[in-house]
């Protein structure tokens, strides 16, 4: 409980009805100044102001990610680079940028339209002209797309897309009601055993040989954190968005008129869904000094969480908001990657993902229109998308 006057608010991250309510939410906040203190979990500011959020982002040095970055915390190890402040993040980052940073990402495309192409031949030999972009597209191509990277076993997909569900985005129980978090670690631990039995020119075999770089020297929570933080951060946010996209493909004509007719602008559409749908709703920071945010005095110690998903839809910042746009000015600057030194390190991979599957999804169609309504697990995530290709 925060003693002292300032704006409140009842906002809980595990109320699974906030799965469908959260917009509604973060319109309460932004009524009382676009930052309110919430009692849940031990307490925590909620943001949604665009421009508070994006100046608490770039603060890294008194708003720090190692006191971990979930509220509450989930009881896995601290996540390899998202949960590191400098100096220890700047390696983390320097590893991670030479697997899917911008260099990387273009040299993927070839394994990501194969992955695409494979998925949309299995899933039509099944359905004939149907096929559910939702589950059996988005969600297996970013999952597949991963796997393959990281080079994975692939039997381990299914346990994987489980315990991450549980542990990173809605913590529901294991319906066994084991506890995940020793479940993934171990996962992890006969993962990286059996790389070391068997060596792989993979990335998790480079990975694991960073253990005896005298400069890098990974410990095994390293290592682990690394796995994560592919695994877990590069799946169900661009699955969420690829799928987002697709959904609104299916249902919108006029839009997949236009992007037939002008391709480029499938990156822009991209970049829109991202802005409008936040797979990712937000990433808490701690406060590590006594910072003025307005007329608000955080305290050391005290807890922020960023909802990027209430800043992409600031109307201060930007105009019709709620809109899918795709001349929308700044468009770019919309905050669902994050922002400062933390700001996503795949975002080239994922964009590059949800473009390519879009592409493949146009060019083997004339026509792609709804079968049946979207089933809609959050309201940013489409998982069953049943449409026909015509
Ligand atoms: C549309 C898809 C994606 C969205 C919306 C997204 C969103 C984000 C956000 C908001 C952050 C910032 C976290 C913070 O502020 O604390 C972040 C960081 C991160 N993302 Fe993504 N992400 C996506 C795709 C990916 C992919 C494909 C990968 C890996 C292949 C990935 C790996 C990471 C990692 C490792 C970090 C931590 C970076 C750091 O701390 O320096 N993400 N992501």
């Known amino acids: 409980m925060r003693s002292g006057a300032c704006a409140r608010v009842s906002f809980d991250p595990l109320d699974q009805e906030m799965r469908f309510t959260d917009f509604a939410r973060y319109e309460q906040i932004r009524e009382v100044g676009g930052i309110a203190w919430s009692d849940e979990h031990g307490g925590f500011w909620a943001v949604v102001d665009h421009d508070l ?3 608490i982002a770039a603060d890294d040095r008194r708003f720090v990610s190692s006191m971990g970055v979930r509220i509450p915390p989930n009881g896995t190890p601290p996540t390899f680079a998202l949960e590191y402040d400098r100096p220890r993040h700047t390696v983390h980052r320097r590893i991670l940028t030479e697997a899917v940073g911008p260099r990387a990402a273009p040299t993927l495309e070839a394994r990501v339209r194969g992955h695409a192409r494979r998925l949309l031949d299995e899933a039509l030999a099944c359905g004939g002209n149907r096929v559910d972009l939702g589950e059996d597209y988005a969600f297996r191509l970013s999952l597949d797309v991963m796997f393959d990277l990281i080079g994975a076993p692939p039997e381990l997909k299914e346990e994987v897309e489980q315990l991450a569900e549980a542990l990173f985005l809605y913590r529901t129980p294991l319906p066994d009601g084991s506890d995940p978090a020793h479940r993934l670690r171990q996962i992890l631990e006969d993962m990286v055993a059996s790389r070391i039995a068997v060596r792989r020119d993979d990335w998790l075999g480079q990975i694991i040989a960073y253990r005896n770089d005298t ?3 990974l410990t095994e929570t390293e290592i682990h954190g690394a796995i994560v933080a592919l695994l877990v951060g590069g799946h169900h946010s661009t699955a969420r968005a690829t799928a987002c996209l697709l959904a609104r493909l299916a249902s919108d004509p006029t839009l ?5 007719a002008e391709p480029e602008l499938i990156a822009v559409a991209a970049e829109e869904t991202v802005r409008l749908h936040t797979p990712l709703r937000w990433f808490a920071r701690t406060a590590r000094a006594k910072v003025q945010l307005r007329d ?3 305290r050391p110690g005290e807890r922020v969480m960023l909802l990027y998903a209430g800043a992409n839809r600031d109307p201060a910042y930007f105009d019709t908001p709620d809109q899918f746009r795709l001349d929308r000015p700044k468009a770019n600057d919309h905050l669902a990657f994050g922002w400062g030194i933390h700001r996503c390190v795949g975002m080239p991979l994922a964009t590059l993902e949800i473009r390519v599957a879009v592409e493949e999804v146009l ?15 959050s309201s940013t995530e489409p ?3 049943p449409a026909r290709f015509s």
């Open 383 to 385: 998982r069953q998308i």
């Open 256 to 260: 997949q008129a236009r992007l037939r």
């Open 296 to 298: 608000v005095t955080v």
């Open 215 to 217: 400069e890098l020297s």
């Open 363 to 377: 060019a083997r169609t004339s026509c792609v229109c709804l079968e049946e309504e979207v089933a809609w697990t």
């Open 53 to 55: 959020v994006r100046a």
